[in-house]
């Protein structure tokens, strides 16, 4: 079957811009949680939905959101993008909610956003 | 705020030698995975441990949970090329299950 699908795979936006990236998770997972990883600060969780609704947040600022969809799908967005934003997005699905993240998560290859 | 400190953050080695990874923490976790990642893909997990103590193995890879679930290891043993990657540890939170990732060890191994 197939895997988390992340698109685009690379995005090049200018400072104060806004961004929207997108997720489609393993059909019959219900849940999506999302991660920034750069060389800096490794992988940072940002938020994690599950049925539509957002379960868990990381430290983020609020110019990062997201949102999931009947369909599971995700997408999150930023808004007046930094230079300090650019990063690998990553989307991970998972049958159950992560709250019992004992099973297994599934990443998708990410979205690498730069920031000029 | 729980942390995990992977060690070391590089690691080049020749084919044939064994090596191993560290992961540690100060904080209870109640399971810890381990991913390994290639350039421009997403991390792909390799092993779950969930109990104080249990030891996995995975062909020449060797995962160990401490007794007191506050670290890990990961040992390769005869490393090939085939093993480069960046290895990362992750502990389930006791917030609400969110993952929280170490800095990763970036392993080469050349032939």
């Known amino acids: 079957k197939a895997g988390v699908t992340q698109t685009p795979r690379y995005l090049i936006k200018t400072r104060g811009q806004q961004v929207t990236l997108s997720c489609s998770p393993i059909s019959g997972h219900r849940s999506v949680s999302w991660y920034q990883q750069t060389p800096g600060q490794g992988l940072q969780f940002l938020f994690e939905y599950f049925s539509e609704t957002q379960r868990n947040k990381g430290n983020f600022p609020g110019r990062f959101s997201g949102r999931q969809f009947s369909n599971s799908r995700s997408e999150m967005n930023v808004s007046t993008l930094e230079l300090g934003d650019s990063a690998l997005y990553l989307c991970a699905s998972s049958p159950g909610e992560a709250t019992y993240f004992n099973t297994e998560a599934f990443f998708g290859q990410g979205t690498r956003l730069t920031v000029v | 705020t729980q942390l995990l400190e992977q060690s070391p953050q590089f690691l080049s080695i020749q084919e044939g030698e064994n090596l191993t990874v560290y992961c540690n923490s100060s904080?209870?976790?109640?399971?810890l995975q381990w991913y390994r990642q290639e350039p421009g893909e997403g991390p792909v997990l390799l092993v779950t441990?969930?109990?104080?103590?249990e030891v996995k193995k995975l062909k020449r890879l060797t995962f160990q949970f401490g007794d007191a679930r506050k670290d890990s290891s990961l040992h390769i043993t005869a490393a090939q090329p085939g093993d480069t990657g960046l290895y990362l540890c992750a502990g389930v939170s006791n917030q609400g299950g969110k993952l929280i990732f170490g800095q990763g060890t970036e392993l080469s191994v050349k032939p």
């Open positions: 441990v969930v109990t104080g103590g």
């Open positions: 904080s209870v976790f109640s399971s």
